[in-house]
Every structure is written in C-alpha cells, then in structure tokens.
C-alpha cells in the first residue's frame, strides 16, 4: 500500500534520495518525485522477499556488505582485521535480518528510515550518552538489532509523520538527519536502566489477550515494557496491530503470554509470547533469548501450551511441536558432545544445517555445541556434498584447514570466494581450475599461487572479470610496461595498483583514462597536471575532473572547454571558478542539471536557470521558487520534456493563454514522439 505522508517525510529527510542513482534506475519518465521513491521502496521489499533461500540471501547480504562494511584499508594494521570485518558483517546481518523478517510488519519507508539511521551510528560514547557518527574507518560493530527499541522508534516515527502526539522529547528529534539515532538512543537509554528480573524458577502462568480488543493490547504492552524481552510488542501501537489488526490478518488475533514470578511472587517477568492469527492459527511463537529463542527451561511449558490448544488445525499443532522436538534434539546433542559420544552422519547434517528454535535468528545453543566439537572430524565424517560445500561457504572450517576436494572446493568457490581459502597449495597451483574460477570472479586471483599470480593469460581474465584484481597480481607483472598496457584497456582502474614508475608513464595513463576516467586519482602529480591526459580522462567521465591538478581546476579557458563537453564537471571546479558566471553558463548550456551545482547567489540569474531548463527541462527542479510563476522558463522546460507540465504553478494554472501554449508544445513533442515510434 502506498504510504505517501512516510514518501514525503524520506524525500524531506534525504534531499538526495529522489536523485540517487538507485532511486531514478526504478522509475519511470512520467513518475514524480513520491511515486519515484515509491517505487523504490515497492522494489526493496520484493527484492527482501524473493530472497527466500540460503544462496539468494547470501547473495543479497554481501552485497550489504560490500557497501556498508570497513574495507580491509581503512583498518589500522596492528587491529584483528578479519575479526572486526566478521563482527560488522554479524551485527549488520542482525538487521538485514530482522527487518526482512515476516514478523518486522512496519511501512517500508519507515524501515528504510531505520535502516539509514543505524548505517550512521558508530561506537557509542559511554561519557557523553551519544553514539558517535560511523565513518569509513569505523572499527566497531554496528548497533544491536533490539527488536523491542526498533518497534518503539518506528512507532514514535510513524506517530510523528502523522501528526500525532509524543513526548517532547521526542518530538524535538524529528526532522533531523539523525532522528533514527537519536530517538532509538532515547528508548535504549530507558531499556539500560531497567534490571532485567529472570527468576530460575519456571513456575508460572499463562495469560490471554483478547482478539480487538484495544484495552487487552495497551495492557499487555504494559506488561512488557522495561522488561528487556526484545519483543517488538513492546510498543504499545505494535501491540495493538498485534491484537486489533492490521497485521498478518486483518482483525489481528489473541495473544498468550506465560509470566514467570518476580522476586515480590508476583507473575510478572514475560518468558514465552504466542501470537494468533485469529483465533485458531499460530503466528508466531517468542522466547527471551538471543534472537527471541526460547530458554531450555522453557520447552516443556511451551509444549504442554501447544497440546492444551486443541482449537488449533492440526498441522499447526504439529508444525510447533516438531520445532519443541527439534530444541529437544539440540539438547541431546549438546549432551552427547559433552560426553565426547559419535554422532550419526544424520545427527551432524542436523547439528550444521538444520534451522533449530522459534526466533527470528539460529538458536543460540547451535553455536555453543558447534564450538565445542572438532569441525574438521565432522567434515570429514559427511559424506552429504551439498554439506560439505556448506562447511566452507560458511566457514565453519578452522583457519588454516586444507582441502584438496576439487569438485567440493570449486562448488564452494563459485558461491562464496572466500571458501577458496581453503584450498590446498595443489589446487591453488593448478592453473586450468584457478582459470576457470577467475574467469567466473576475478578477486579468486588472490587465493591463486605465486606462480599464477604471475601468469600473464590467468591475470588477464581475472582483470576482465573484476578490475581491482590486478592487486593480487605479481610485483612482476606491476611493472611490466607492455603487459599494463594491454591490461588498463580492460580495465582502467588496474592503474592503481601498477608501479609506480607506470603511474608516471603518459602513455600508460592515457590508455587507463580512456578505458575509466578516475584511473587519473592513480597517476602521477605530474600528470595530473597535463591537460592532454586530463581531457582523455574526462571524455569518459566528467568525474575525473576531481582528481586533476588544483592549477588545472583553477585554469578558466581549460575549465571552459571541459565544460562544452562535461557540463556536470563543474561539481569539481576551483571554489574561484565557482564564483564565475562565464563558467556557469557555459556549464548549464551543455547539462542543464548542472545547475544544482550553481551556488545560490547565481541560481536567481534568471538567464543560467533559462540556459539551464532549455537544455534539460527538469533542471528546473533545482531552480528557485520565484521562478514558479515565470511563464517564460516554464514553458522552456516543458519544451524539452511534456512530463514538465507538473512544475506549473496553481498561479499559472489560472493562465488560459499560457496553458493554450503549453498544450501546443506538448502536441508538438508527442507528435515527434508517435513519428519516432
């Protein structure tokens, strides 16, 4: 469903969000700014649900990764890098997780909002109560996924989109590009302080919770807050979709609850939460573990619930208990390693890939009984080829462990490169696997042997298939003049890890610069300088200009011809150019939105805003308000693109001879349109 006032409330937020390069590759021409960034959000939402099995999900996780993880570089040299790598990847997996999940059912602009918000969010200052910003070289993990102060925040959001009331205090967070971190920091304030009370004694009772009704939900939101079950119902507005509907069905559903005793002997302390779908369908069952798993203690009084509900279809009685049976196994299994007893190949293929408990993430004891066994034993106790592939995929392997299983360690490698690592030093020198593995990803060359890392054909399809991988290729290599030239023609960016004598050498930086222009961030000062060099680079992008020398940026009659080709270059022009009025024009005129990068001094110049709509008419986007009503720049803009009509003012609206014209000139362009058709 379309959620516009939440649209309206992101494009505000992030004023770059309707031009990023994500947002504009979804929509379409006769789309505006809210149903652009719709269509975004529609597009992130299926693209979460279509993946639904393991492969897809890695897949979709390491693109994550890639993005938002520390890169090895932008670690200090003396820290544990492949530990703070893997504990980032676990914490922002934790979110990837728990915001694809079924049961996290907010808008998605709100859980995009959230998302946005925490990728800001770096260590937190224990002096000062605040999280620090999150930068490239960031080292700590990402912020806990607390499911519980989630909901609370995108409660308090989606309350403060609407108009609705909240607490001052946090209202005063709202509109600000940290609002997520400052309204979570807010409610995780509040859920330190309270002492998490868990009585060892499982006696208890089961309360009921009434389908619609509204009072049972803020009660039962009572019952949990400041109690630290991670629960999202916590939030009295989740609770109540919960109980009242909207949720997974539309009238919501009864909830049960088993509260343990408090020190006081009273049932107050949430151990187990039941949600309904209705009044006869299990929508989820909670723990207050790790990832809402359920405690140990707590599998016969979930299992004697389940029997009691009698009310419910039989295969949903039946699907639970086979996850109560399937925790009762996980505890055998625990018992047979702490008793160093042999478990069956069945019982292993279990113990590594079976999906144990009832939260959203792994039962946390999976990992405990997994860590105490010897993981090279059982690997080779699975004769299961789609196990064993797993064993490396997920790196369940020790470091340091060879394999020399071809078939194994090429299944593994073409859905994971870094299970290559595991390769014994005969597969890593054999050069007919290692080809077939680069040529499918180039970054495998650096699991490669020396010796490969030094041919000259293994190299080369590494570099086709992925430039940066000319870093793993022999020092040799890097300085083989002939060889970089034939290499920067596949891939420019290759520049960057040549020698450094080559990045000094013209004609090697010329044949990267024409293949991709920032190869020229990689050349020598000197070059830099040279404005042959600079113009090849910026004939393939305009930004290569931001890596040319500070002399060459400030060069008017240069900048003025790199402007009749690349309009968009003047982003990187000198701060004295940037007050040049010669230099705007001329930008304008060959990219009419290069007028975004006019300062606001010059953006009232109403000739660069003409030059600039004549050119691209949704320049006229980032034009000033008063020109809103000027007839003349509007119909400029509608000239160069009938979806334009949109800007026209409810003042111009009232114009019947200016709209006469305006309908003329979208003829026009529709009939060249039909024509070209």
Sequence with gaps: MNDYTGIEFLDKLYQNLYMS?????????????KEAIQKYMDRLERIHKEADTETKKELLYSLYFDKYVIKEENIPYYLDKEAIINAQKKSLGMWLDYL??????????????AFQGMLKMGSYDEAKEVYLKRDKKTIAPFVSANAEIIAKSIETITKLVNGQEVTPILEEKFNKTDSFNKIYTVFEKKYKKNIEEKSDNIDGEWKKYNQGSREDAIELSKSLENMNTGWCTASEDMAIKQICGPYDTENGGDFYVYYTKNNNGEYSIPRIAIRLNNHDEIGEIRGIDEGQNLEEKMIDILENKLREMSFLSN??????????????????????????????????IDLYSKEFGFGWTQDPRVKKVQDKRNKLDDYNNINNKEIKVMFLTRKILPEGVCV????????????????????????????????????????LLQYASEELKNDKEVVIEAVKQKGYAFTYAS?????????ILEIVKYSGYS???????????????????????????????????????????????AGALQFASEELKNDKSFILEILKQKGHALQY????????????????????????YVPKKLKHDREIVLEAVRQNGFAFEDAPKEFINDKEV????????????????????????????VNDEVNKIREKKNKQL
């Design 475 to 483: 020092e040799e290599l890097k300085k083989d003049k002939e060889f």
């Design 495 to 541: 520049l960057k890890f040549a020698s450094e004598e080559l990045k000094k050498d013209k004609e090697v930086v010329i044949e990267a610069v024409k293949e991709f222009g920032r190869a020229l961030e990689a050349a020598s000062d000197e070059l830099k300088n040279d404005k042959e060099v600079v113009l090849e680079a910026i004939k393939e992008g």
């Design 404 to 443: 020399n299983d071809k078939e194994i360690v090429l299944e593994a490698a073409k859905n994971k490169r870094e299970a290559f690592k595991y390769a014994s030093e005969e597969l890593r020198s054999n050069r007919e696997t290692i080809l077939e593995l680069v040529k499918q990803d180039g970054g």
């Design 100 to 113: 694809s999940n079924e049961t996290a059912n907010y808008p998605t602009w709100a859980k995009y909002w």
């Design 573 to 596: 022009v000198s701060d004295e150019l940037k007050n040049d009025r010669e230099v705007f024009l001329e930008a304008v005129r060959q990219d009419g939105r290069a007028l975004k």
């Design 315 to 348: 295969k949903d009685i039946k699907e639970n208990l086979d996850k109560v049976e399937g925790l009762r196994e996980l505890t055998r299994l625990g018992k047979k390693t702490e008793n160093k007893e042999v478990l069956t190949e069945k019982e292993l």
């Design 21 to 33: 390069d994500e947002v504009q590759h979804t929509k379409e021409n006769t789309d505006n700014r």
């Design 634 to 661: 509007v119909l400029e803009a509608i000239k160069q693109n009938d979806y334009c009509i949109h800007y026209i003012s409810n003042e111009l609206r009232k114009d019947r001879a200016f709209l006469e014209k």
